[in-house]
Structure formats: C-alpha cells, structure tokens
C-alpha cells in the first residue's frame, strides 16, 4: 500500500480506532489493531485514548503530527469490532487507497443493529433463562417474566429515540419491571414475585464495560479503567434505583434475605445456552459465531453446577472456577474471530453474575433506612451477606476472567506465531 498524506491517514487511523474502542474492543486489541492499521501505510502510530477522547499521533520522519477525535467506549457491537478488525489485519500487502478503507469503514459504522423483534424477543428469553437458573420452574412465572423484558427493551428502544442519555433506558426498563413485579404482589399472582421483578433487570447488567475497566487496570490504563467502571456503575445504580422505585410504586419491598434454589443439571444448562444467545443478540454476535460462545457458556456453567450443586462447594469458587474456563478457552478464539473479549466472554458468564444479590441487598439497605429503629435485628445481617456475596462473585469473575487472558497474552506476544 502506498504512503497516503498525513491529514488522510490520521482521519482514517481515528475513525478506525474509535469504532472499535465506542463498540466494546479492548484497549489493547484497539491500540494494535491502530498501529497495524499505521504500519500498512507506512506510518508509525501511537495512539492516547481517554474517556471522551483519543489521540493520534504519527511520528514517520519529519516533526510528529497528531489529530483528535471524540469517541468514548458506550456500546458493545460485536459485528461492527469484528468487521473493522477482519479489515485491518486484511490490509498488508494490499494496493488499497486510503479513500476506499475509509468509505468501508463509513459502512461498518452505518450498519444496523439486530432487528427489532429479534432485540426483543431473545430479551424477553433471556430473563426467562436467568429465571430458571435461579428456580423458578412454573410456566406461568416465566411468561410473566419474559413479558416483563420485552416491555423494558420496548421502552428502552423508544427512549433511544428521543434521548442519547445512556442511563435513562436502563432506569426506564428498571422501573416497568419493578411496577410489573409490584402489581403480580398486590395481586397475590405468583409466589415468586420478587424474581419476576428481578429477572427482567438482569439483562441490563453492563458486564462487558466491567469487565473492559477491570482489563484496564490490570494493564495500568488506570484514568480509561477508572472511567469505564464508573460508566459500568453509574448503569447499574441506575437499574437498582428503576427496580426499587417501580417496587415502591406498589409498596412492595425487595427482600434482603432469600434461597437460591437448585435446579436440575439440565435444565441449568440449557437455559444457560438460551442467555448466552440472548446476550449474543444483545451485542450484535453475527449468527455464525454464536455457537462457540453458546458451547462455552454450557460447559462452565456445567462445571458451575457441579462445583456448587453436586459437590457442595462455595457459589463463588463455581464461578471463579467457570470464568477460569471460558477464558483459558475464548482468549484465543476471541483474537482469531477478531471479536472483543469482554462481549464474547460476558455473554457465556452472563448467568453466574451476582445480580440478584446485589439487587436484594439494595432493596434491604432502603427497607433499614426507611425502617430504622424499627427494623428487624437480623436485616442489616442479611444486607451485608448480600452486599458482600455479590462483591465476592464479581471479584472471583474478574480474577476468572483476566488472569488466564492477561496470562495468553504475554505469551502470545512473547512468543508470537
């Protein structure tokens, strides 16, 4: 490829960096992916991302030049990652001029999303799927569930219209399930109305910007790190207060106490293939890719099952010991498919994460604070257990997750193929 102009080169390294950083790529994938992307036109490149911002920066003879661009990592668009990526790497050794990479870039970043009945209804299964992995088995209760998330997606779908506030859909989505959830207790519909409120809230849990910040600081990104994992929590206070808020409309509390129930090998696992395809849907996983995250997510979350159900051991170690496989297994899958590691590895973990304890726990620490002196002796035992069980399970997800992958990297660019 022959040398292209500084402007034309530094507009193209830009807009290929920051659709794969806004889309859920790594930081460390995207960087690389920047530099190949320099190197094929014999550029040297460094690139500076920051929440909002990144900078690039050419350094091939002559005075360094560099350009900035707004771009902040909001989105999880697994298509678009890939596309960029099979593009860049396609690149070496090809007569392809800087105009017609850019105009193929314009059309990733054009490309729809899912459609929209399919957005929704792999919505409404996969609440449905997390029902059945925390017990609930009677048809009624999934459907009502499944209903539940398919109105939040719509309200979620409708908002975007309108509005480019992140947090609004979540809290949007939030809330119709706390008031759906509500009205199944004034009406005495169900026996497991907490679920049907919770269910439908933990499809929105923004796994992949977690776990992208956490994969930040372990490579001491620290500011970028920082910022997404308070992008990440700043969603989920926003969930937790939809929830809570939609509860009280009804005058409904959310426990802080509860029993996960044990469920059968089987269904266990298929249901976890059945979020595992939501999620996928969610990030916009094309439909041939699918089966390797789906295949993945049934194997650790089998091994969960028998660390915890069979053998009797701590929840947190079936998941530590269950993300330690789906990343031993999906790092290398993940670089060669040029997907983006946090969204393929979230959506086949999605269905060990500790929301229902962290929900439980936000919905006791309103009832302590609404109560106070009047609060039942053991509720602040029963906020801490929940509060503290979740904080674990995240940081033996996050550990399960990141050692083995920090581990393939190293060696991967230590001893490249």
């Known amino acids: 490829m022959p040398q292209a102009s500084v402007e034309a080169t530094l507009r193209l390294l830009l807009d290929a960096t920051a659709l794969l950083l806004q889309n859920g790529q790594t930081t460390q994938r995207s960087l690389e992916a920047a530099r190949r992307l320099g190197a094929a036109l014999h550029y040297h490149t460094d690139v500076f991302p920051r929440w909002g911002q990144i900078t690039v920066r050419l350094s091939n003879r002559g005075m360094p030049c560099e350009a900035i661009a707004a771009a902040a990592p909001t989105d999880v668009n697994m298509a678009k990652v ?8 396609g690149l070496a050794g090809r007569s392809l001029d800087v105009g017609a990479v850019q105009a193929i870039l314009e059309g990733i970043r054009q490309s729809e999303p899912v459609s929209t009945l399919r957005f929704r209804i792999m919505t409404g299964a996969g609440a449905a799927a997390l029902g059945v992995i925390f017990g609930v088995s009677d048809l009624f209760s999934l459907t009502l569930i499944t209903l539940s998330a398919i109105a939040g997606a719509a309200s979620r779908q409708w908002l975007l219209r309108f509005s480019a506030n992140p947090f609004l859909p979540p809290f949007a989505a939030a809330l119709a399930a706390g008031i759906i959830g509500a009205v199944v207790v004034d009406f005495d519909l169900n026996s497991a ?3 049907i409120a919770v269910c439908p809230c933990l499809v929105l849990v923004p796994g992949p910007h977690l776990l992208n910040g956490a994969l930040d600081l372990a490579r001491t990104e620290i500011s970028l790190g920082v910022a997404r994992l308070a992008y990440a929590g700043t969603i989920i206070l926003m969930i937790c207060a939809g ?11 959310l426990p802080a106490s509860g029993v996960i129930v044990a469920v059968p090998f089987s269904y266990d696992a298929l249901a976890a293939g059945v979020a595992v395809v939501a999620y996928g849907t969610f990030y916009s996983i094309p439909w041939r890719m699918l089966p390797i995250p789906v295949l993945i997510g049934v194997l650790a979350h089998a091994a969960r099952w028998v660390i915890v159900t069979a053998v009797g051991l701590r929840i947190e170690l079936g998941a530590f010991i269950a993300c330690f496989i789906v990343s031993v297994t999906l790092t290398p899958i993940a ?3 040029h997907l983006p590691f946090a969204g393929i590895a ?10 229902v304890f962290l929900f439980r726990a936000g919905g006791g620490l309103v009832t302590l604070i609404a109560l106070g002196a009047k609060a039942p002796t053991g509720l602040l035992q029963d906020v801490i257990v929940d509060g503290a069980t979740a904080f674990v399970i995240v940081l033996a997800m996050a550990f399960g997750l990141i050692i083995p992958k920090l581990c393939i990297d190293h060696f991967h660019h230590a001893h490249p193929a």
């Open 335 to 337: 670089g060669r498919l």
């Open 82 to 89: 890939a596309a960029t990526m099979e593009l860049i790497y």
């Open 346 to 355: 979230f959506a086949s973990v999605v269905s060990l994460g500790p929301g």
């Open 193 to 195: 109305p907490q679920l």
């Open 243 to 253: 929830l809570l808020l939609g509860l009280a409309v009804g005058g409904v509390p």
